[in-house]
T-cell receptor, first 113, second 115 residues
Framework: AQSVAQPEDQVNVAEGNPLTVKCTYSVSGNPYLFWYVQYPNRGLQFLLKYITGDNLVKGSYGFEAEFNKSQTSFHLKKPSALVSDSALYFCAVRDSATDKLIFGTGTRLQVFP | DTAVSQTPKYLVTQMGNDKSIKCEQNLGHDTMYWYKQDSKKFLKIMFSYNNKELIINETVPNRFSPKSPDKAHLNLHINSLELGDSAVYFC??????????????FGPGTRLTVL
C-alpha cells in the first residue's frame, strides 16, 4: 500500500534560518507527491507537487521540495523562514491503484522571532 | 470569490440527531471529495465523486451518505450522530480523476461537535 511518513511531529526554527520538513514515501510505481499547508482553523492549501521532471520543485510562498528517488524522500524546504510560515504541513502521495490522496500525519512548524 | 465553500462552519448537535453539511465549488472541477480530520489532525478521505458519480467510498459507517446533485455540489448527510463523529469535515475538489496529478482545493472545514 502507498504511504507517506512525516517523522517529526514538530519542527522549531528561528526566523531567517532555513527550514526543512521531512517526508518519506512508499509507493509502487512512479510517485505523485504533494505538500499542503494548514493554518489554524483553515482548510488545507496546496503548496507544490512532484509528478515528473526536475527533482527540485518550486511552489508557493517561497517553498521548494526535493524529490529523491534513492532515499524515497520529498522534503519541504525554505531558505529563510518567516514567523507567518508557522502552520501544520502535510505531505501526501497519490495512490495510483485507488486514486486516493494519502496524507501523512502532519508536522507542526513553529518559527520563532 | 470563494473557490470551495462549506456550510455551516460550526455544527453543534446532540447524539442521535441527523445533520447535513453542504459543499459548493465554483472552480468548474469534475471531482469532489469529503475528508474527515480528527482531533489529532489526522486527515482521511471518506468519499469522492466524479461528475456526480461515486468513485471512492471508504469504509465509513453507512450513517454517512454523500449526495451530489450536480458536479459543483457535494453534500454530506449524517444520520444518528455519535460522539465519535465529532471532527472537522473538509470538502475538496480537483480538476481530474485517473491521472492523479492534479492538486486538490479544500474548503474551510465544518467543525462538528456531537454532545
Amino acid at each position: 500500500a502507498q504511504s507517506v511518513a512525516q517523522p517529526e511531529d514538530q519542527v522549531n526554527v528561528a526566523e531567517g534560518n532555513p527550514l526543512t520538513v521531512k517526508c518519506t514515501y512508499s509507493v509502487s510505481g512512479n510517485p505523485y507527491l504533494f505538500w499542503y499547508v494548514q493554518y489554524p482553523n483553515r482548510g488545507l492549501q496546496f503548496l507544490l507537487k512532484y509528478i515528473t521532471g526536475d527533482n527540485l520543485v518550486k511552489g508557493s510562498y517561497g517553498f521548494e521540495a526535493e524529490f529523491n528517488k534513492s532515499q524515497t524522500s520529498f522534503h519541504l524546504k525554505k531558505p529563510s523562514a518567516l514567523v507567518s510560515d508557522s502552520a501544520l504541513y502535510f505531505c501526501a502521495v497519490r495512490d495510483s491503484a485507488t486514486d486516493k490522496l494519502i496524507f501523512g500525519t502532519g508536522t507542526r512548524l513553529q518559527v520563532f522571532p | 470569490d470563494t473557490a470551495v465553500s462549506q456550510t455551516p462552519k460550526y455544527l453543534v448537535t446532540q447524539m442521535g440527531n441527523d445533520k447535513s453539511i453542504k459543499c459548493e465549488q465554483n472552480l468548474g472541477h469534475d471531482t469532489m471529495y469529503w475528508y474527515k480530520q480528527d482531533s489529532k489532525k489526522f486527515l482521511k478521505i471518506m468519499f469522492s465523486y466524479n461528475n456526480k458519480e461515486l468513485i471512492i467510498n471508504e469504509t465509513v459507517p453507512n450513517r454517512f451518505s454523500p449526495k451530489s446533485p450536480d458536479k459543483a455540489h457535494l453534500n454530506l448527510h449524517i444520520n444518528s450522530l455519535e460522539l465519535g463523529d465529532s471532527a472537522v469535515y473538509f470538502c475538496a475538489s480537483s480538476q481530474d480523476l485517473g491521472q492523479g496529478n492534479s492538486e486538490q482545493f479544500f474548503g474551510p472545514g465544518t467543525r462538528l461537535t456531537v454532545l
